[in-house]
T-cell receptor, first 114, second 110 residues
């Protein structure tokens, strides 16, 4: 039973570039949330996807966008990268219809913007 | 918006000593969740508390949810080096969005 998988694990980008991060939820889960975790801070909610639609959005600019595919996997896109976008990006998987609603986090994608 | 604070920010203990972290929300929570994040790792779900005044135990870990459902605590008895990491509480702002606390980083010296 595969857990939450994210790719890539580490990447370095230059200011102004664009990045795409990918997430496959845990088997049986249909909901994907994305979080940004800056060094020394707690995760901050970016947005959540369910049924291929964005359900809720945190306090992040439009440079952050996402998508969910029919197989429940998801992408996070960040345009016009800034130095301050350097962080660990976490994908969280859950089931909107399942009991318990335990949230599982992937190992994250470490993004460094130089 | 909802804010979740944790104290202390850091705690260094000798192995065998007890440890407690406290979590306070600016709003009443439907539930409180606790996560552990090892250095360089990702948050791992520990437990969810739902009822007012609820107390749950996991081996050496004791979790409490306050009567007003605005605060919570995690107590570790007789810490071990494997307990090292950052402990986060998190409360849902709604069904879709988890607000994480500021975290307490625990260091255990052998």
């Amino acid at each position: 039973d595969a857990g939450v998988t994210q790719s890539p694990t580490h990447l370095i980008k230059t200011r102004g570039q664009q990045v795409t991060l990918r997430c496959s939820p845990k088997s049986g889960h249909d909901t994907v949330s994305w979080y940004q975790q800056a060094l020394g801070q707690g995760p901050q909610f970016i947005f959540q996807y369910y049924e291929e639609e964005e359900r809720q959005r945190g306090n992040f600019p439009d440079r952050f966008s996402g998508h969910q595919f029919p197989n429940y996997s998801s992408e996070l896109n960040v345009n016009a990268l800034l130095l301050g976008d350097s962080a660990l990006y976490l994908c969280a998987s859950s089931s909107m219809t399942g009991a318990g609603n335990t949230i599982y986090f992937g190992e994250g994608s470490w993004l460094t913007v130089v | 918006g909802q804010q979740v604070m944790q104290i202390p920010q850091y705690q260094h203990v000798q192995e065998g000593e007890d440890f407690t972290t406290y979590c306070n929300s600016s709003t009443t929570l439907s539930n409180i969740q606790w996560y552990k994040q090892r250095p360089g790792g990702h948050p791992v779900f520990l437990i969810q508390l739902v009822k007012s005044g609820e107390v749950k135990k996991q081996k050496r870990l004791t979790f409490q949810f306050g009567e007003a459902k605005k605060n919570s605590s995690l107590h570790i008895t007789a810490t071990q080096t494997t307990d090292v990491g950052t402990y986060f509480c998190a409360g849902p702002e709604n069904t879709d969005k988890l607000i994480f606390g500021t975290g307490t980083r625990l260091q255990v010296f052998p």
